[in-house]
């Protein structure tokens, strides 16, 4: 009974923490956050447990926010079959995907993903519903299951908070993450993790690592669009920049400053990231040069990542 409190602990304490969130910084900021975190725990289940790196993890995260906003806004549906429509687009797009990736290992996979990406950035950029440059704008928060105004707010102290948006992006954000802890301490993650320490030997045991792969990269790219759908909801747009090149950089530098490889790692990466994009963007493009002084400075100190140095040196994962 003791071991089970102990290990949910950290899960009490964040939920405790972000509960709390609202109260002290900016919601919309704190919950772009959290969709960010999202993306960036999606994209570390392909890269950080399957070593599979790729470079146009976007194509899912900003298709799916344009699939959910075009289904909340023009056909009328309600936000959680709106999000739930966006990931099952970004899930089929990451399996026609996916069956030609992993064809390939390394780099040339990583060009592959890079290469279909921007496919789906022209198909964005040229299809009439998503509204090319200027993007797919207004998007409404509608009612959650028809009772729920996620428009609402509450009135605390001065300030008016959308608290029934906040926590409906808090529980989408919890349970994504939960299903990533999940899969990793799961057996299929650990043969996923067998397949990245050793692929010659998990073959020679008879799994089909193409299977693994594939069932991975499926699922890391329904988690990308479902933070792609929320945030869509949350900032009611759908652009370009979010399916562009830039945004599968920014998610990779997410990662691998927090730490590739651990379950806390890419949520301390993305607020990082999102806080300095934040604070900083009174600077204009200088704003990128900060971000990769930090960055180099980062790896320099901590090699792991932060979240990384950190577990190596308690030995423990985090």
Not at 105 to 121: D, K, N, S
Request: glycine share 12%; hydrophobic share 55%; aromatic share 12%.
């Amino acid at each position: 009974m003791s071991r089970k409190k102990t290990s949910f602990t950290p899960w009490i304490a964040a939920l405790v923490f972000a509960s709390i969130a609202p109260f002290v910084v900016y919601p919309i900021f704190a919950m772009e956050l959290m969709c960010f975190a999202l993306f960036a725990c999606a994209f570390n289940l392909l890269l950080g447990f399957g070593g599979l790196l790729s470079f146009g993890h976007a194509a899912f995260f900003g298709s799916a926010a344009y699939l959910c906003g075009h289904a909340i806004k023009n056909w009328g549906l309600s936000p959680e079959l709106g999000i739930l429509f966006a990931t099952s687009g970004a899930a089929l797009l990451g399996l026609a995907i996916g069956s030609i990736a992993i064809r390939r290992q390394g780099i040339y996979f990583a060009m592959v993903t890079l290469a279909l990406a921007q496919i789906v950035f022209f198909l964005c950029l040229q299809m009439p519903f998503t509204g090319g440059e200027d993007g797919l704008q207004g998007i409404p928060k509608g009612h959650l299951f028809g009772l729920i105004d996620l428009s609402a707010t509450v009135s605390v102290g001065q300030q008016q908070l959308p608290l029934a948006l906040y926590f409906f992006v808090l529980a989408i954000t919890f349970g994504g993450y939960w299903m990533i802890w999940r899969t990793v301490h799961s057996p299929f993650g650990m043969v996923l993790k067998a397949i990245k320490e050793n692929e010659p030997r998990a073959l020679s045991l008879g799994y089909q690592v193409n299977r693994y792969k594939l069932a991975t990269f499926v699922l890391s790219a329904a988690l990308a669009g479902l933070a792609g759908a929320t945030k869509a909801l949350v900032v009611g747009l759908a652009s370009l920049s979010d399916v562009s090149w830039h945004m599968s950089g920014e998610v990779v530098l997410m990662t691998l400053l927090g730490g590739m490889g651990t379950l806390l790692g890419p949520v301390v990466g993305a607020v990082t990231v999102g806080t300095l994009h934040h604070e900083l963007a009174s600077f204009g493009s200088w704003v990128t040069v900060t971000i990769g002084v930090v960055f180099v400075v980062c790896v320099m100190a901590f090699r792991r990542g932060i979240v990384g140095e950190i577990a190596y040196r308690l030995k423990r994962d985090l």
